[in-house]
């Protein structure tokens, strides 16, 4: 039993998500005197069953609201001791389709938590989720938190005000954010619109692998569970208006990572299906971690066993992707836009 005096009021939003509810799951498991509200809009990437496990939990609340309604978050954060912010809108494609709820959830709703965390009480920690990608793209060498910000594309560009505007509310109103910039997350429970779990469950239905350009594109993958114990470590020790980077040292070519899938899922080569590159796309994202590492963290999974791992989920839980895939409107207009005929014809 936990003594009610001791109950630490956590509020997680975008926690219906894919990194989110892993946080959800990972920080209900680990922490006993942690009672989490998820606020959560539902977009079509947050999914109630992504929660399955934790709702009956009476540690755990969930709330359908909007981050950038002040009516609805405020309250809940001048309740907390401690936030989490994961709430964006994050597929860099769909940024390039139309930028508007980047802006309104990733800027605005940022500001809106931000505002109400002025005035809560009992707040001790504002963790601002970022993103790697508002260092821009690497050419060589590895970013390190002092970098300059160059984002360059509307997802981007959307996270790195969020990032800023959160370091100027710890700079100007002493409120105790930490910024952390995670690198390219995989594992269970990732919409099936990015690139791991759409490679995947396409090829375990043998259909085409959209690979984008000429494939030498590089992203440092992340295992999400090493991302939930690096944001536990944050939370417990890191330092307020600092800034963080988390990188699973994983830096892979996608056609290296679509060759690797085929190979977990024993398919053909010829199911990849190059197609034109996407608009400003980002050659190489890497990070250098010194800062995180120097706190004792170290990702567990090395990355052929969580990937091995992972297509393991994905082809044990089709009843969680197929119904996305198959039935939901949303996403079968957003594939036919995205990859149809027209915009993204063969290269
Ligand atoms: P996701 O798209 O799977 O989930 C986002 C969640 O936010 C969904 O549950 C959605 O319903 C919710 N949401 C969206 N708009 C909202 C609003 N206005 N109000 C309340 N809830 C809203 O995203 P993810 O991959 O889990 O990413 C989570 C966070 O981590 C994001 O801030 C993202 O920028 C950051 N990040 C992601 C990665 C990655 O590889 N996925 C890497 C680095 C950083
Ligand atoms: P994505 O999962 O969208 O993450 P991000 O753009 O945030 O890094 O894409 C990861 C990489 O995979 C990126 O270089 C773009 C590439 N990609 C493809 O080649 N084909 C696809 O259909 C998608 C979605 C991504």
Not at 10 to 36: E, K, M, Q, Y
Not at 173 to 193: C, H, K, W
């Amino acid at each position: 039993m936990v003594d009610r005096d001791t109950i630490v009021e956590v509020l997680v939003t975008g926690g219906a998500g894919f990194i989110g509810s892993n946080f959800v799951l990972h920080a209900l498991a680990s922490h006993p005197d942690w009672r989490i509200t998820t606020l959560d809009k539902l977009t079509y990437a947050g999914r109630m069953e992504n929660l399955g496990d934790v709702l009956d939990d009476p540690r755990h609340r969930f709330v359908q609201g909007d981050v950038a309604d002040p009516a609805v978050a405020g309250p809940l954060v001048r309740d907390a001791e401690i936030v989490v912010h994961f709430a964006a809108e994050t597929h860099v494609d769909r940024s390039l389709l139309d930028a508007g709820a980047f802006i309104t959830t990733d800027v605005y709703g940022s500001f809106v938590l931000l505002e109400a965390a002025r005035h809560a009480p009992r707040l001790r920690r504002f963790v601002q989720i970022s993103t790697d990608e508002v260092y821009g793209s690497v050419d060589t060498g590895s970013s390190t938190e002092h970098d300059e910000l160059k984002p360059r594309n509307p997802y981007a560009a959307s996270k790195a005000g969020a990032d800023r505007l959160a370091y100027s509310y710890w700079a100007t109103y002493d409120v105790p954010v930490i910024i952390t910039r995670a690198s390219n997350n995989y594992g269970p429970r990732q919409f099936p619109e990015k690139v791991i779990p759409l490679f995947v469950t396409n090829a375990i239905d043998q259909l085409p692998l959209p690979l984008y350009g000429d494939g030498r594109h590089v992203r440092d993958w992340l295992h999400v569970d090493d991302h939930c114990r690096a944001l536990d470590l944050l939370i417990e020790r890191g330092e307020n208006g600092e800034v963080y980077n988390i990188g699973g040292g994983n830096e892979v070519a996608n056609i290296d990572l679509t060759h690797q899938i085929l190979e977990l899922l024993d398919r053909p080569r010829s199911l990849i299906e190059p197609v034109r590159d996407r608009l400003g796309h980002d050659r190489r994202y890497s990070l250098d971690t010194t800062k995180l590492h120097a706190l004792g963290w170290r990702p567990r999974h090395a990355f052929l066993d969580g990937l091995r791992a992972t297509v393991d989920w994905y082809r044990d839980n089709d009843s969680w992707w197929r119904p996305i895939k198959e039935v939901d409107p949303a996403y079968r207009e957003y594939y036919q836009t995205q990859y149809g005929k027209g915009d993204r014809q063969k290269a």
